[in-house]
């Protein structure tokens, strides 16, 4: 390969990882923005979005480039598709972190619920399975991305609990439903941005071992001698 399209590959790489950089900040200022009831912060959440956006553009134009000009080998091709996936789910995050910060705004015109103790459990698993899931990305660690996936369970579990409970403070006490809802969305999002750590894992899993382990494919079992 060449130096110009070694140097292509390693550009696509260095904007992935800025676009986690930046997506992985606007999680957390969503989070202060909701924590610290802070407007400015919701603020900068929503203005911060485009730039992650546009970046996202740019990682699909510069892996079209490579396939369209370069002819890349197999290895090659599932860098590029890897890329491609794991740029959407980062902005995808980030849209959820534009979400919360949205609905924060909302919840800081009223009195707090109840102490936010569940919420930012979820968003530190959450944040932390982003990070890690980068993290195997530039070190090809598919045991680092296994561990990942296994994660998202916990997530989904407060999650759930959290909607139960919040469902009860609407029967108790319909006056709370605005903001009992407001809290169901800002857990949800969580959620879903662990759902997205959660794609980048598999995604890191498929570019070293060549494997699709999503829907529940597992990554210990060898697909040739599976039992149907």
Same mark, same amino acid.
């Given at each position: 390969?060449?130096?110009?399209?070694?140097?292509?590959?390693?550009?696509?790489?260095?904007?992935?990882?800025?676009?986690?950089?930046?997506?992985?900040?606007?999680?957390?200022?969503?989070?202060?923005?909701?924590?610290?009831?802070?407007?400015?912060?919701?603020?900068?959440?929503?203005?911060?979005?485009?730039?992650?956006?546009?970046?996202?553009?740019?990682?699909?134009?510069?892996?079209?480039?490579?396939?369209?000009?370069?002819?890349?080998?197999?290895?090659?091709?599932?860098?590029?598709?890897?890329?491609?996936?794991?740029?959407? /789910? @980062?902005?995808? +995050?980030?849209?959820?972190?534009?979400?919360? &910060?949205?609905? =924060?705004?909302?919840?800081?015109? *009223?009195?707090?619920?109840?102490?936010?103790?569940?919420?930012?459990?979820?968003?530190?698993?959450?944040?932390?399975?982003?990070?890690?899931?980068?993290?195997?990305?530039?070190?090809?660690?598919?045991?680092?991305?296994?561990?990942?996936?296994?994660?998202?369970?916990?997530?989904?579990?407060?999650?759930?609990?959290?909607?139960?409970?919040?469902?009860?403070?609407?029967?108790?006490?319909?006056?709370?439903?605005?903001?009992?809802? /407001? @809290?169901?969305? +800002?857990?949800?999002?969580?959620?879903?941005? &662990?759902?997205? =750590?959660?794609?980048?894992?598999? *995604?890191?899993?498929?570019?070293?071992?060549?494997?699709?382990?999503?829907?529940?494919?597992?990554?210990?079992?060898?697909?040739?001698?599976?039992?149907?």
């Amino acid at each position: 390969m060449s130096q110009f399209w070694e140097q292509h590959l390693a550009d696509i790489r260095e904007q992935l990882l800025l676009m986690s950089a930046l997506t992985e900040r606007n999680l957390s200022l969503a989070m202060r923005a909701l924590i610290e009831r802070d407007d400015k912060l919701c603020g900068t959440v929503e203005a911060e979005d485009e730039q992650i956006d546009q970046l996202e553009v740019h990682i699909d134009e510069m892996v079209v480039t490579y396939i369209a000009t370069h002819g890349p080998i197999a290895r090659d091709c599932r860098l590029m598709l890897t890329a491609s996936k794991i740029s959407n /789910n @980062l902005e995808r +995050i980030a849209d959820q972190a534009t979400k919360i &910060a949205r609905r =924060a705004r909302e919840l800081n015109t *009223e009195p707090l619920l109840k102490p936010l103790i569940d919420i930012p459990l979820m968003a530190d698993i959450a944040q932390e399975m982003l990070r890690d899931s980068i993290t195997a990305f530039v070190d090809a660690d598919t045991d680092l991305a296994v561990e990942i996936i296994g994660r998202d369970k916990s997530v989904d579990d407060i999650n759930k609990q959290l909607a139960r409970e919040l469902t009860s403070y609407m029967i108790e006490s319909p006056k709370t439903t605005t903001r009992a809802l /407001n @809290l169901m969305t +800002i857990s949800a999002a969580i959620e879903r941005v &662990a759902d997205h =750590a959660t794609n980048i894992a598999e *995604e890191v899993f498929y570019l070293n071992r060549g494997r699709d382990i999503r829907h529940g494919h597992s990554p210990t079992t060898d697909p040739d001698t599976a039992k149907p």
